[in-house]
T-cell receptor
Framework: AAGVIQSPRHLIKEKRETATLKCYPI?????VYWYQQGPGQDPQFLIS???????DKGSIPDRFSAQQFSDYHSELNMSSLELGDSALYFC?????????????FGPGTRLTVL | KNQVEQSPQSLIILEGKNCTLQ??????????LRWYKQDTGRGPVSLTI?????NTKSNGRYTATLDADTKQSSLHITASQLSDSASYIC?????????????FGKGTKLSVKP
């Protein structure tokens, strides 16, 4: 079965640079979530989109922005990168009306800021 | 404050042995509880998901229990395999509210040794 796809899987950037992470949800899923997981930390919710509209906002810094496109894929744009942004970034998708509205996670993008 | 606490923090067992991981939560209002398996550097993979009316749910060698009265859950792994080595995360979803409202436990790091 198709899973959530994230790209790139690994990304290395310098401080103050910009990064764009992409997420392709499971086909027919209408909701996308972004999480940030620092070393040894549990995932922190950043932001979610339902039907291309922002549906919830968590601890996303103002330097970050995200959007969901007409094909339901989502991009997380990160500017003025800081060392503390180094983390594993997960995307998850779900179908709003499915039972439990269960989130399926992608493999993550490991971002390293030097 | 909504919290999910897991124990033990880490566990080492021999291949073929059984083990039980614990999860206590103080999340209200409660929607459902999920157990995820997360390999190092990878996205969490769902093992089970239960609502308050479900006491036990199995997925192969994994059996989860839920006591909504005491707000406790356990994940029992039978006949462990080397591939079971991973972090097991208990996640509780808050009823209503935002779609991103998942409360993550810190996880139990399981190591299965030959």
């Amino acid at each position: 079965a198709a899973g959530v796809i994230q790209s790139p899987r690994h990304l290395i950037k310098e401080k103050r640079e910009t990064a764009t992470l992409k997420c392709y949800p499971i086909p027919r899923h209408d909701t996308v979530y972004w999480y940030q997981q620092g070393p040894g930390q549990d995932p922190q919710f950043l932001i979610s989109f339902y039907e291309k509209m922002q549906s919830d906002k968590g601890s996303i810094p103002d330097r970050f922005s995200a959007q969901q496109f007409s094909d339901y894929h989502s991009e997380l744009n990160m500017s003025s990168l800081e060392l503390g942004d180094s983390a594993l970034y997960f995307c998850a998708s779900s179908l709003m009306l499915a039972s439990y509205n269960e989130q399926f996670f992608g493999p993550g993008t490991r971002l390293t800021v030097l | 404050k909504n919290q999910v606490e897991q124990s033990p923090q880490s566990l080492i067992i021999l291949e073929g042995k059984n083990c039980t991981l614990q999860c206590n939560y103080t999340v209200s209002p409660f929607s459902n509880l999920r157990w995820y398996k997360q390999d190092t550097g990878r996205g969490p993979v769902s093992l089970t998901i239960m609502t308050f009316s479900e006491n036990t749910k199995s997925n192969g060698r994994y059996t989860a229990t839920l006591d909504a009265d005491t707000k406790q859950s356990s994940l029992h792994i039978t006949a462990s395999q080397l591939s079971d080595s991973a972090s097991y995360i208990c996640v509780v979803r808050v009823y209503g509210g935002s779609q991103g409202n998942l409360i993550f436990g810190k996880g139990t790091k399981l190591s299965v040794k030959p």
